[in-house]
């Protein structure tokens, strides 16, 4: 996988979740659900069957408790789930820095969520379906996924569509900005958006400032999802071998 | 002997000119346009160019095929003598009912094709990817395959090689863009 990192007309759209300003609402859930046509849960569904591209997961330590809004880390090193994929369904497009899933490619074996250390891929288990009149709020930028397939959180891509159809109106030309579901949703303003190539991005800032770090950082996968925290506990906690919580930040 | 071969050579010929005629009937629906619309006359002489009726929206979208309220604009009585343009004043405009046009090039869900970057940007003409359609004095026939529901315009026919993603590829090819995945699909 090529990653173009010195490429000034390339983005790389990265994150920083500030895990002691999330207060675990789930309102990021819903929207990433809103926003991605994923339809409402079976009520036979578990952590296994459901479908969360964007998951909340409580962590209780004896310091307290720590929300982490769990998604899709979008690896830039070794990106394990496009690493192992028989069907090239995975692409880590090089001008975004989005790890795309591509649904029509996917065969369904399931190797890309066997091989994601953060657990954030889901398998549609069934076709999607939807209550009478709730398919009239497809959000019409995202294709629903069918059944048998692999999917994640792509950074909104839809919306990066959207955003990149109203540049070339204004007769724009470089990376677009645009704001993930998520990111709009919270109403803590936990999560900050943006490209981390752009020195002039908050979350190019964020990212560099002490007290962020990514988890798992130790395996050398490179997320773009970075997570703050002044808490030492729940730094610790990131699983990062070398005992220092502070991710070396990818410039 | 002669006879035989000649038995065999007609019912070849027979069978393959049924084929031939046949088979794209079997495979496609065919699905005629509500109103007779000439592009022709709108082009010669209202001297319109495709953008006035096909725009995009503000937010740089295309606006796909106008509703009613386009047609209204100068169809509120009748501008020229055509039986064609009065049947659709007395059906559509007059009772305010929009007409359910069939779209020739509908895409998959999973296929974003912003108009915008092709006509602005890379300065496309319409006739680069919908043929004569602008230029067209008559609608053609919709042809829905049977099985995929596209239209046969999108699934190509012989010697035309369609709107399907091969097409979109080999010109992005040829002139050096790009193309991962989710940059045409999403």
Known sequence: MIAHKDNSNNARYGMVVDIDRCTGCGA??????????????????????????????????????????????????????????????????????IVGQIPQRCLGCRYCMAACPYHARYFNWGDPTWPDGLEKTLNPSVAPRMRGVVEKCNFCHGRWHEAKELAVANGKTGPVEYTPACVEACPSRAITFGDLNNSATSVNELAREKGSFRLLDSIGTAPKVYYRSRRDWVRAASGNASGTAEGAHRG | MIRGLMLFAAAAALASTAGWLGTPRVLYRQQTQPVAFSHKVHNEKGGMACTDCHSLRADGSFAGIPALAKCAECHTAAMGETKAEAAFIADYVTPNREPQWLSYARQPDNAWFPHGAHIMRAKLGCENCHGGQGKSDKLPLLEVNRISGYSRDVMGRPGKSGMRMDACVHCHEQRGMRHACLDCHK
């Open chain 1, 28 to 97: 990021c859930m819903i929207a990433c659900a809103v926003e991605n046509n994923v339809p409402p849960a079976a009520p036979t569904a578990n952590e296994r069957t459901g479908i969360t591209p964007m998951r909340v997961i409580r962590y209780e330590h004896a310091g307290g408790t720590a929300f982490v809004p769990m998604m899709c880390q979008q690896c830039e090193d070794e990106t394990p789930c496009a690493a192992v994929c028989p069907q090239n369904a995975v692409e880590l497009d090089p001008a975004t820095g």
